[in-house]
């Protein structure tokens, strides 16, 4: 994952591929279970959605208890935004046994919960204490990965992380329930897939990443920093698109953080605000944006933050934090 340490010799980045070769999209085994080797193997499927109303939801399942992963559980992870600024989150660890998931394409089972499909049609049913969502995702682009979707990080024997998007823009629908609440919903959602064997946190000290979408355009952006035996090296991966095509993908975005924040409850210090642009006069696309945050929330040793809807000169969404910016120039 770590471009120095491999002399630009990296299979999982992103490395401006022609339209064609962009648009190729997945293949749904690749969006399944992935067989895993190693004490360090770990995997999640992670989707989320902002609704026109101003509620969000996110639901991300592993296979294994993601804080204790030598314990025979698996982890379901629901999370509910409400327009006036509420976050409800529930955790549950039921047992492995009640955990089952496809090798063939992403059908994955726990107790009466699911998420299943391929593209370009995803279903989500999740149920954690007096949460629930049943959510139908339909694609607006292809599928994307990084090139192969696969790193190979200097680490010995276990080496692989694995990143594939199989929903980058996608319209969501159907139903949404909290306390006091069931609502039918629709907007827009993403849905991406972690997986790997290398010890994730002995690699990566902390990720910055998020996704927009303003108008026909959608971006997704990442910030990654190295643990600090890798010397805290970043590493970055951009995708743009418009409308149901994928337009440009690079690793060599222009990340920076302002207005460090150190809190004593978090492990992490936050930035208050990323700047980010991409492109060039030769390059399909250029531009540049902020994100400013607005609420966050901490997970364990990775640092995420998520944000609210905005608008800027046109409408503009983001799960990362408050964006607001502009596209230059995106050629097709």
């Not at 009640?98 to 726990?110: G, I, M, P, T």
Request: proline letters at 7%; a negative charge.
């Amino acid at each position: 994952m770590f471009k120095r340490l491999f002399s630009g010799a990296v299979l999982g980045m992103p490395t401006g591929r022609a339209s064609y070769e962009l648009n190729r999209g997945l293949l749904p085994v690749e969006d399944a279970r992935h067989f895993l080797h190693g004490p360090f193997k770990y995997e999640w499927w992670y989707f989320d959605a902002t609704f026109d109303d101003g509620h969000s939801a996110v639901v991300i399942i592993w296979p294994m208890n993601y804080s204790k992963p030598w314990t025979k559980q698996c982890t379901i992870q629901l999370s509910i935004y409400t327009p006036d600024g509420r976050t409800m989150k529930h955790y549950l660890f039921p047992s492995r046994r009640l955990f089952d998931a496809s090798y063939e394409r992403c059908d994955v089972k726990f107790g009466d919960g699911y998420i299943r499909g391929a593209h370009p049609h995803y279903e989500v049913s999740v149920a954690a204490d007096d949460l629930e969502v049943d959510l139908v995702f339909e694609a607006e682009t292809p599928g994307w990965k990084p090139d192969t979707g696969v790193n190979h990080v200097p680490f010995p024997r276990y080496k692989s992380m694995g990143w594939i998007v199989p929903l980058p823009r996608a319209r969501v629908s159907e139903r949404l329930s909290y306390p006091g609440k069931d609502i039918e919903v629709k907007g827009h959602g993403y849905h991406d897939h972690n997986f790997g064997e290398v010890p994730f946190y002995r690699v990566v000290d902390n990720w910055h990443w998020g996704h927009i979408t303003l108008g026909d355009i959608s971006v997704i952006w990442a910030d990654i920093t190295a643990a600090e035996i890798h010397d805290r090296d970043h590493t970055h991966t951009f995708l743009l698109s418009r409308g149901s095509r994928l337009v440009y993908e690079t690793a060599g975005i222009t990340v920076e953080h302002e207005d460090w924040i150190k809190e004593p409850e978090h492990l992490h210090p936050y930035p208050r605000r990323v700047n980010i642009s991409f492109g060039s006069e030769v390059t399909p696309a250029r531009g540049e944006f902020a994100m400013t945050v607005l609420d966050r929330e901490i997970d364990g040793p990775q640092h995420i933050l998520t944000g609210k809807d905005v608008s800027t000169h046109e409408p503009a969404r983001g799960t990362y934090p408050h964006p607001a910016g502009r596209i230059r120039e995106v050629r097709l």
